[in-house]
């Protein structure tokens, strides 16, 4: 099988997997009070059927597994699925991107069955801003899931952050030393055009321009050299000299699109070349009806053929996608 090569020459070596579109949280940048249409149980892969299309992608070159949501930590068999990608050959990285609730108790079984580390969403540490911006009181057991992803050995433990104007972006620099003395690795990202509602608002966004302003309010950012960003979306800052860093993932003010190597698939079976792609290609269907592995491998280089130069947020013809970010897969 060739590599995930699209007509701009990148290859894609990262695959974001979407577990559930169900979450627990109801953050209000992403979905509504009362929740969204879930998907229907039998229209999501069973673990067998995740396992084989992870093992497609893999002998496509594919060797970063990101597990996502919703929130992941709701299938019931993520230690399974953890395991049984860990299993892979060749053994890709495995990640998770989790709002961090039940971690406390899942995280010492999903680092044995391979989990490498995890990314905790976690936009306020104030337990009052949580609760109105989550629509849930939960930041201690956000708080107890992180300290046993570190316990159980899930590093670097980072820390995804929204910046919000209005909500939560007075005091990024106390999330920053929060995360700071408890040795997390914090990354800020700009808020994107993802939500259920379609009301992002890019006025309201908070720009990475302006994070790195706050932050050096309080500390001396030292930017890492670009060689050693590589792919990642995160530019990287020394805070105070080092070691510790900081990251920002501008993906709209900033976009590295160029540089991308990411790829994503769906809870129901869709593979999508983009985050916010208007198309994606179904896998779901013809694994169901029998088709190979080459031939599952052949729809997913088409979609990744197709894969357009940038996302396009800013330019005049922009649309948001119809599935929101939960749907999609972080």
């Given at each position: 099988m060739t590599q995930l090569v699209?007509?701009?020459?990148?290859?894609?070596?990262?695959l974001r997997v979407s577990v559930t579109?169900?979450?627990?949280?109801?953050?209000?940048?992403?979905?509504?009070?009362?929740?969204?249409?879930?998907?229907?149980k039998d229209e999501m892969l069973t673990d067998e059927e995740l396992l084989r299309l992870v093992g497609v992608f893999v002998g496509l070159g594919v060797r970063q597994v990101r597990l996502t949501g919703g929130e992941p930590l709701l299938r019931r068999t993520i230690v399974d699925v953890v395991a049984g990608i860990t299993a892979l050959t060749p053994r890709p990285q495995v990640a998770m991107t989790t709002n961090g609730i039940g971690l406390a108790r899942l995280a010492q079984p999903l680092a044995e069955a391979g989990l490498d580390r995890v990314n905790v969403s976690l936009?306020?540490?104030?337990?009052?801003?949580?609760?109105?911006?989550?629509?849930?009181?939960?930041?201690?057991?956000?708080?107890?899931?992180?300290?046993?992803?570190?316990?159980?050995?899930?590093?670097?433990?980072k820390v995804n952050a929204v910046a919000m104007r209005g909500v939560n972006d007075h005091v990024v620099a106390d999330v920053l030393g929060w995360c700071l003395d408890r040795g997390y690795e914090l990354r800020f990202i700009e808020q994107m055009p993802l939500d259920a509602q379609h009301g992002w608002d890019?006025?309201?966004?908070?720009?990475?321009?302006?994070?790195?302003?706050?932050?050096?309010?309080?500390y001396t950012l030292t930017p890492l050299p670009d060689r050693e960003r590589g792919s990642a979306p995160a530019e990287r800052f020394l805070v105070d000299g080092g070691p510790a860093t900081v990251g920002i993932i501008a993906s709209v003010s900033e976009p590295f699109c160029g540089s991308c190597d990411r790829t994503r698939l769906t809870a129901d079976g869709q593979v999508r070349n983009c985050l916010f792609s208007h198309r994606e290609t179904d896998l779901r269907g013809p694994l169901r009806d029998g088709a190979s592995d080459e031939e599952l491998a052949g729809l997913i280089r088409g979609e990744m053929w197709r894969k357009a130069r940038g996302h396009g947020i800013g330019e005049p013809d922009f649309v948001q996608p119809d599935r929101p970010m939960s749907s999609i897969g972080g």
């Open positions: 699209d007509t701009f020459g990148r290859v894609a070596r990262d579109d169900r979450c627990n949280l109801r953050c209000t940048y992403c979905m509504p009070a009362e929740g969204l249409p879930w998907m229907p936009d306020t540490i104030d337990p009052e801003v949580f609760r109105r911006l989550t629509r849930r009181d939960r930041l201690d057991d956000v708080e107890k899931g992180l300290a046993a992803a570190a316990e159980a050995g899930l590093t670097p433990v890019r006025t309201e966004m908070i720009s990475a321009q302006e994070l790195r302003e706050r932050l050096s309010e309080r």
